[in-house]
Structure formats: C-alpha cells, structure tokens
C-alpha cells in the first residue's frame, strides 16, 4: 500500500468529474471483441425487421422475451434517464423480496437477455443532469463556489449512486448471460469494484485506461482460490489518476487480474499510460510463482514496461500464434528474445520497438528461428542497412510461407537492390513499405513508381498493394521541395485533390495491367479497390474509394498487422 491520502497533493473538491466531459478522454467507443453465440431462435431474430419485433412481442409472454433478446442483447449506458431506468428495472428484478417464490420462476425478466454492455458517459448528460460544463460562458463565469458545488455534487451522484448501481448488477444473479463488459468511462474504480468483476461471468472485457488511486490487487480469499475469472479476452489499460502518477503502481492489480484469468484467456491487449513509468512483474513479496496461460493465442503489448521477464516468460509459450510487441523495447526486451527460441504456432510477429525515443533494431535472432511466420510487419523505420543486409536476406533465405510484409525504411528511398530482392518472396499476398519521415507533417519520400512496379509485378499471388507518406513532383515544384506536394494540393482546394485522385487512378491503372490479381491499392493517400468493369469491356479497373486523401491509419494496420488503438 501507498502512504496515507493525507499525504498527497490535495486535488479540488469535485474535479473528477470533468475527465467525463472531455470526449477525447471519455465516451469513445471502439468495436470491442466480435459477434458471440446465440441460441437458434436468437440467429432467426437477427433477421427481423426492429417493426416485426415490436409485433412478436405482443403475441405472449414467450414471444416477449424473445423480441427483449434481440432488443436487449447489446445495451450502453451513458448516464441518461433511460440508462438508470434500466439499472433500477435490473436490480429490481434481481431482488427476492420484491417478487414471491412463484413470482420470481415465471415473470419475464429483462437481466436475462442481456448480452454485452457498453460503458460511456455522454458529456452531454452530465451537463444536463447537473449544469457542469467545460463551456466558459456557461459555466465557467461563474462563481467558484457554486462551481465547486455543482462539481461536488456531480460526483456525489456519478460515483456515489451510478458506479455502485452499475456494479451492483454486475453478477450471475441480475445478469446470468452477460458475456461481455465494453468500459469506456475514464474514471476511478474502486477495489471492490474490480473483486466483483473477478466474480461476474464475464468472458469479454475491455478496461479502457481506467483509473487507479491506490497501489492494491484482486485477493484471493477461500472461495476464489480454487476458482477462475472465464476470461477469454482482456483489454487491460489500466492507469493511476493523473495526480497520482509515480507515486502509486498498478502492476500488483494487473498481475493479479491476469493470474485469476490465466487458464482461459485466449486475447490479450495490454498498454500503459505513456507517462506512467509502472513497471510490471508477476513476482511480489507474496510468491514469485509465474502463471501459465495455455490457451492465450493473440497477444498485443504496447508501451507496458516491464520490471523483469517474468511476464514475457508467461504469455510468449509455443502455443501463441500472434505476437505485436514494441514501443518500450530494452536491454531486457533484448535479452529474453535473443534467447527465446522458436515458438512452433507464431503465424503473425508486429514489432514496433523503441529504445530511449528512438528506433531500436528489430530482434533479428528472434525472426532467424521462426521462419514459419506468415505475416511479419516492422512499422516503425529502420535504417537500410539493417533491412537491406539481415532482414530482407534471411527473409529470401529462410521464410517459405510468408504471405504479409510491411518494412519501413529510414532513409527517404528504397534502393532498387532491396526491392530486387523482395521480388524473390513469391508466397507474398500483401506488401505495405515505405520510407522517410513516418511522424511530421512533411512527406520525403519521393516514390519510383516504375521501378515498384518492375520488381512487384514478378509476385504472383499479389492481391494487396499499399506505399505510405509517399509524396511526388509537380511541374511547379523542384524535386528538393517535393514534401510540399501535398501544401500544393491543398492550396487549390476541390481542384488539387480531384487532380491528385485522377493521377493517383493513372498510376493505379498501370499495376492493374501488370498485375492480374491485384484487388485493393493505396498510395497517394487514396485507397482504391480494382473491380471488372461492365462498361469497359469486362477489363479490370481501379477505381478510388474516395476522392479525399486519407491516411487509412487504422485500416492499414488492420490489413497488414498492428494494434488498433
């Protein structure tokens, strides 16, 4: 435990409630985890009509319950009137002494039907129900006093009523088929909080950097120490509130998450806050006993530092077959991958290693005994020589069913040599490369379609094309000034881009012709997809997917490997 409360930095009465109007911070929701079983009748269900299910609810009481399940089946709440009418309708179900015997065996129940719940405050409630807003027109003119009450009172409700409301259903009882737990609100939980997540049925869970205010972990009393938490996937982003950072740690609590859930969980995505300097471990004063996950097949792990191996060691066994890795890559890091050897099941390896705030080099012993891998993407830049002399050769040499590349260059070109011999990866379905500066606004990589084309063009089985933060020369531009292509665009406005789209759909053309199963391409900042076109003759064209340039940040990680934030 942490020193006393009373000797920290005393924050204002009532500001936790502010996180909760910044959209930025609270109230996003991501896609979490994907679609879960359901009974037959559910799956018919899923094919109505929201009209025809209103009408089968009317018919009787089973009909009712079954419209409640396709209605109820996913629900959010965002602290509206309807999301608290819901919580009082569950707990009320969930409440003995409310129903007879009798009562409670045959009345139609709403916490049955319950599926997935979403967590994620809207701002704008908050601002309605209780008049605090970020507005400071509205609310910050006036008086600090009536500020600070409001505020205070804010938070009374929020967590004094709301969260334990929430936590309250959070059981077998109330809600019997809950499968998964989406929390988006960035606000404290309280450690009874979490010891009744380890209790629920649960099987997906999503803890959106979630606050912490105190160094504690998940006991394990009697009941619970032969038992286990059914997880079977786990985003865990946990973070002490921001006053608090460097002076308590959550290591102990995600350690202790993660041994309750370890015989189930098949997904892991675990990150830290980038300012947290936290660093985690599975041994403690308590046992230095490390857990074993047999069933974890998908592990992402972003800027988590690490205290020891003892965690790599747990989750890194032969039966894991994704691996995205990076950002807080040290000597420790280096160390446990030179001498991990082979994981016979990895199909998939991202690594996005950083070292002190710069690149570090990929773990080339670690890639030289896993040449089974299928997909292998190194998004962050790494110099030519690396990539040219280690990487790409053993690639060529060892890797016979590699289907999935994407490398990045430092330099702000890829020599003609490195491409020749990337055109010897005939087992390639995708490639996504590219070069020069990755994180400022300029582009410097001046890109040689024609010599792309010359080498790619031998890859047989390519179907997916993508080269990023390319840029290009004008005739009004010398090729010293070729990052300004883009300012150029946009200075002529509708104009430049559809010119920009057009050009990019002329080069498209040319990799349509030379390569005939080639069905989705992006670069310029266009995505574009090849279809067969009618009015052409039947001939394969590319067309783009919009005529606004995008970065397609979250796409291209989804096709080519990496974790979407």
Known sequence: MTDSAD???????????????????????????????????????????PESVTSLALVNRDCLQLARSRRFASVELNYSFSSMKLLRKIAVEASPQHFSPSEISTLPKLGPCIRRITVATHPGWIAHLHGVSLDRDEFGDLPEDEQTARMVNACSSFFGRYIPSIQAILNSVALPHLELLDWEDMVSLSPSFFETLALSPIKYLKLFRVNVNDTFSI??????????????????????????????STSSLSASILRLCSPTLEELVMKNFARDRDRYTFKNAVTDTIPQFPNLRRLSIG??????????????????????????????????????????????????????????????????????????ALPLPSPGAILELKIIPSLVQRFRNLTSLHLTWEEAEIPDSALQEISSLKTL?????????????????????NALRRHLRTLPLLERIAFSRDTYSTSRLAL?????????VERLGTRGESRHCR???????????AMPKLTWIYFGEIPMDVEISSSHGGKRRAFALSEERDSCYTLLKTIFGGTVD
Not at 22 to 45: N, V
Not at 303 to 308: C, G, H, N, R, T
């Open 7 to 49: 000797a920290r930095p005393a924050a204002r009465p009532g500001v936790d409630i502010l996180s909760l109007l910044m959209p930025m911070f609270s109230g996003q929701k991501d896609d979490f985890g994907k679609e879960l079983p359901f009974e037959i009748l559910g799956a018919i269900l899923q094919h109505f009509e």
């Open 219 to 248: 006991p394990l009393p009697e009941p619970l120490a032969t038992c286990t938490w059914p997880l079977r996937t786990l985003h865990l982003e946990l973070k002490p509130r921001f006053d608090l950072i460097g002076k308590i």
């Open 303 to 376: 800027s988590v530092q690490f205290k020891d191996s003892s965690m790599l060691e747990a989750f890194l066994h032969d039966g894991l077959r994704s691996l995205d890795i990076g950002w807080s890559w040290t000597q420790m890091h280096i160390d446990f991958f030179e001498r991990r050897g082979t994981i016979p099941s990895l199909e998939k390896f991202v690594w996005s290693g950083w070292n002190d705030g710069n690149s570090a080099s990929p773990p080339f012993q670690f890639l030289q005994v896993n040449p089974q891998i299928a997909v292998l």
């Open 429 to 449: 379905k995708q490639i996504h490369l590219s070069a020069g500066d990755q994180f400022e606004w300029k582009q410097t990589w001046l890109i040689n379609h």
């Open 480 to 488: 010293s000034s070729t990052e300004s292509y883009y300012e150029e």
């Open 503 to 513: 050009r990019m759909l002329r080069l498209a053309k040319k990799y349509v012709n």
